[in-house]
């Protein structure tokens, strides 16, 4: 019988034995991986947190403790064991997120999957328990997948160890890619006596007796603060030596471990200590990423973290992309153009390979840059590498440059820094959901000063405008595409001197009705858009502004000449692209009519591409059907009416 469907809710646990937790787990991981490789997802995370998800609900109880995920990623096991165990939709539109969702289960609480902001949850919560009397209640933070590379994460743990009142449980899960696990003989001895150590340090009869001690030392005049500062660093010392818990004693807070976080036993044990001690604890569980799947231990790059539709047995791929993606094709122009210039320096959070920089660092190593979780490290270093006289191109996906906005704003663009900032996954994502999708990006950089903003419609507008941002030095740059497959090439009719393409000149060009602005990768829709109403005797021209900061001044001069604008984003309306055609032209004094055809101001459940755009009306056949109702004057914004008439009248036809 299997033991996950008895499983309905986390206190259900409390009746396994450590045999049948054992089985658990085995069944989770297979449960796991036969699941995710007919969805896609996260999966070599949520391998490597099986014992430790069990542990921390076996020991704390969900959801009166908080328990708090960084990043939500590692959170599939958690779903399964508070009842969410139907995964044959994992990701897809309306079914279960590859997040925790609010939504979904009173026992999930952080839905952002941007790392590095759970101890500071853990610090809010906590702190929150302690003012409102809730004295028994825990927050617990499980921390992992490089998320302690992140400022923001000892910001908060500098906070959290000053308190030495408050029931906060931070568990590092520690999966071997950034520290080495210790194995071996001696260290299986070590290990068992840490345990005991540990056990005893975190015992509150050791830490009163420890306080009444240094106390009576301090006040027993000049030898008793001598022998006192002997044997502290000679206590530290000794600990160092057993357990690099180091930085996080020099903080104030008590550590345990590091533990190894694929057995249960030890993993309660150490957990039931951090419970027991009353005060902020720090538990390190030593894991690994992909355990007990072989594909996933033997992929290199990443162990499996993300993975598309796969064959269970083997990890390989179900099918082959027939497309080059939008990734691979700035990977493989970055490389070049750093085989051409020697001052081009890349830098990236943590995410070499997904955001296209692999080739390029196997080819210059020493001039791409992982900085870690750490956007805003990145952002400032990028200007200090401009100042030294270099290029630097920051890599990150178009949701994490919110993070990193005020850095942008005030230590690159203030400065003149000549920096490029190229922006993968922007616009709507998919799978990934709200805290993914790439669409404030536009909006935001449309107030930065000076700032120049590309948005490619294909891979060769992507070589070409990445390149001629690599020129720009005395401002930054943006480079913005989307995620998955580049389509086909959309050839413009012209080019126009000041760049900007036209891709389209439909019915009377002497009288045009419709301009329809395309940014970036919505080309193909507002071609589509341009033929529908062609059909119903509407003369329409379509361009790409390539660069849409600072605005063309030919698509401005064009707007003057027809009836109506249409501005067709994948970013927010609000402040985006339209808003800022709209600002430039009423600056120039041009009155035509426009329509900002965006993405509403919402955060948008998970879904594919086109599903998502379907949900908010950001397909041809919707835009086509209100452009012309504007055009025949049923619907705002009019279009300018045609000389002769006061305003067009008459019926919408179906397209």
Not at 38 to 57: A, D, F, M, S
Not at 328 to 346: H, L, Q, T, Y
Not at 570 to 583: E, F, K, N, P, Q
Not at 601 to 622: K, M, N, P, W
């Amino acid at each position: 019988m299997s033991l996950l469907k008895t499983i309905k809710k986390p206190s259900d646990l409390r009746a396994l034995s450590l045999e049948q937790l054992h089985d658990l787990a085995e069944e989770i991981r297979t449960f796991l991986i036969d699941n995710v490789a007919r969805t896609g997802g996260h999966l070599g995370p949520n391998l490597g947190v099986v014992e430790l998800t069990l542990g921390i609900h076996r020991v704390f109880d969900s959801p009166t403790d908080s328990i708090v995920f960084d990043t939500g990623h590692q959170s599939y096991v958690h779903k399964l064991l508070t009842g969410r165990q139907n995964f044959e939709t994992l990701r897809q539109q309306e079914g279960l997120s590859g997040y925790p969702d609010r939504a979904e289960s009173e026992h999930d609480i952080v839905e952002s999957s941007h790392a590095s902001s759970s101890l500071s949850w853990v610090d809010g919560i906590s702190r929150a328990n302690k003012l409102t009397g809730r004295t028994e209640n825990y927050a617990v933070g499980l921390v992992g997948d490089g998320a302690l590379t992140g400022g923001m994460v000892w910001e908060a743990v500098n906070n959290i160890a000053a308190d030495k009142d408050r029931k906060a449980i931070i568990v590092v899960n520690d999966n071997g890619r950034s520290y080495a696990p210790t194995i071996g003989g001696l260290a299986d001895q070590l290990f068992g006596l840490r345990q005991q150590l540990d056990k005893f340090r975190t015992h509150p009869a050791y830490e009163n007796a420890m306080d009444k001690l240094k106390g009576r030392l301090k006040d027993s005049g000049p030898v008793g603060k001598f022998t006192y500062k002997s044997l502290h660093a000679t206590k530290k010392g000794i600990k160092d030596w057993w357990a690099p818990q180091g930085l996080f004693e020099d903080l104030g807070l008590k550590y345990i471990g590091p533990i190894d976080g694929h057995n249960q036993a030890a993993v309660e044990e150490a957990l039931q200590q951090a419970k027991q001690y009353g005060g902020p604890v720090l538990v390190h569980a030593l894991t690994e990423k992909g355990h007990g799947y072989a594909p996933a231990l033997a992929d290199e790059a990443d162990q499996f973290h993300a993975v598309g539709v796969i064959d269970p047995a083997t990890g390989k791929p179900v099918s082959k992309p027939s497309a080059q993606s939008w990734t691979s094709v700035f990977g493989e122009e970055i490389a070049k153009v750093a085989n051409e210039r020697d001052d081009i320096v890349a830098i990236t959070g943590a995410m070499l390979q997904p955001v296209g920089l692999k080739k390029m660092s196997e080819e210059h190593p020493e001039r791409v840059i992982d900085v870690g979780i750490a956007e805003q490290h990145a952002m400032t270093t990028a200007a200090g590498l401009a100042f030294g006289g270099l290029h630097p191109v920051v890599c990150v996906y178009a949701t994490f440059l919110n993070r990193a906005f005020d850095q942008l704003l005030m230590d690159v663009a203030l400065h003149k820094a000549g920096v490029t900032i190229v922006l993968d996954r922007a616009g709507v994502t998919g799978p990934d959901g709200a805290s993914h999708h790439g669409m404030w990006d536009m909006a935001l950089t449309q107030i930065v000063p000076n700032l120049h903003l590309a948005a490619p419609r294909d891979a060769d507008r992507l070589r070409e405008e990445l390149r001629e941002a690599l020129e720009i030095n005395d401002a930054p740059s943006v480079v913005r595409f989307s995620k998955g497959s580049v389509g086909e090439p959309v050839e413009a009719v012209d080019r126009l001197p000041d760049g900007v393409d036209v891709l389209a000149r439909l019915g009377d060009r002497s009288a045009p009705d419709v301009l329809i602005v395309s940014v970036g990768a919505m080309s193909e829709i507002s071609l589509d858009v341009a033929q529908r109403l062609n059909s119903q005797g509407v003369s329409v021209t379509v361009v790409d502004p390539r660069w849409v900061l600072p605005m063309p001044t030919s698509v401005i001069s064009l707007a003057a000449r027809h009836r109506i604008v249409v501005c067709i984003e994948d970013g927010v309306r609000a402040g985006g692209v339209g808003s800022r055609l709209r600002t430039e032209m009423r600056a120039a004094g041009v009155d035509t009519a426009l329509n900002e055809v965006g993405l509403p101001t919402e955060f948008l459940a998970h879904g594919t591409r086109s599903e998502v755009l379907d949900r908010v009306g950001l397909t041809a056949q919707q835009v086509a059907r209100d452009t012309l109702a504007q055009v025949l004057g049923t619907k705002v914004p009019f279009a300018r009416p045609l000389p002769g008439q006061d305003l067009p009248t008459g019926q919408i036809p179906k397209l």
